[in-house]
Nanobody, 125 residues
Framework: QLQLVESGGGLVQPGGSLRLSCVVS????????IGWFRQAPGKERERVSC???????TYADSVKGRFTVSRDNAKNTAYLQMLSLKPEDTGVYYC???????????????????WGQGTQVTVSS
């Protein structure tokens, strides 16, 4: 079974940066879309970004210009680079994988086949 493990979360001051990693095992990453989600206290989980198997990207309006998603299929790893962090970015961040097969632009908004355990990101002064 495909498994995903996030890392890189932590406590950072407003304006700071973090880089999250998502290591995938059990399958090669080539044919999967990778979504990044976050869930703040008292709020529903929302999609932050997604990268399709072809490298196409999608971002939530709240993070455009600040976050960058990338992937290295050879390393079976996806990344979320977060710059200019704000307190409202605080939450548990998850990576998720969804099989797109030949649909190389596939990036679901919410429904994914596999989910990581999450990593806490706290932005506070």
């Amino acid at each position: 079974q495909l498994q995903l493990v996030e890392s890189g979360g932590g406590l950072v001051q407003p304006g700071g940066s973090l880089r999250l990693s998502c290591v995938v095992s059990g399958y090669t990453l080539d044919n999967f879309a990778i979504g990044w989600f976050r869930q703040a206290p008292g709020k529903e989980r929302e999609r932050v970004s997604c990268t399709s198997s072809s490298g196409g990207t999608t971002y939530a309006d709240s993070v455009k210009g600040r976050f960058t998603v990338s992937r290295d299929n050879a390393k079976n790893t996806a990344y979320l680079q977060m710059l200019s962090l704000k307190p409202e970015d605080t939450g548990v961040y998850y990576c998720a994988a969804d099989f797109g097969g030949e649909l190389t632009s596939w990036c679901p908004r919410s429904e994914y086949d596999y989910w990581g355990q999450g990593t806490q990101v706290t932005v506070s002064s």
